[in-house]
């Protein structure tokens, strides 16, 4: 009996290390130079879609406009073309998805329509995350490079 009360615990600690692996070697390295110096703003659309076409006057009012300019690159695709490895496929249009390094997804996708303060919202989330996970704020990165730039 006690031979299986230690087969029992030997195998508790064997998934128990297992499943408990170190975060910090799993973790991949990433060379800062690596990273992309906009988010990529990936936008499912359709013909046709009214609410894409709301979407898309909304980020060309002042705030999200001069974020988008400066932080992020929109790429437009149509519903049903290929969308990075990853994702969960959009369930309808709009949908955008805030990339980092590698198409990794920063926020959650955005779908519909959306007033300025919630574009806002996801836009400022979005550039958060990728701080966050970067170690990089693309703001003052940004306003670094237009000084630079000026000079």
Request: charged share 30%; glycine share 6%.
């Amino acid at each position: 009996m006690s031979l299986k009360k230690y087969l029992m615990l030997f195998l508790i600690l064997v998934l128990f290390t297992s499943c408990n692996g170190n975060k910090k070697n799993q973790k991949t390295i990433i060379d800062k130079k690596d990273i992309p110096n906009k988010i990529t703003l990936l936008f499912v659309t359709q013909p046709h879609c009214p609410s894409c076409k709301v979407l898309e006057e909304k980020m060309k009012l002042e705030k999200p406009a001069k974020l988008i300019l400066n932080y992020f690159k929109i790429h437009k695709i149509n519903i049903g073309e290929k969308i990075p490895d990853g994702l969960i496929p959009p369930n309808g249009t709009p949908t955008v998805y805030f990339l980092g390094y590698k198409n990794e997804l920063l926020v959650e996708p955005m779908v519909g329509e959306k007033n300025e303060e919630r574009l806002m919202m996801f836009l400022n989330d979005a550039l958060y995350e990728f701080k966050k996970l970067y170690g990089i704020d693309l703001e003052k990165k940004g306003d670094s490079n237009e000084t630079d730039n000026n000079s």
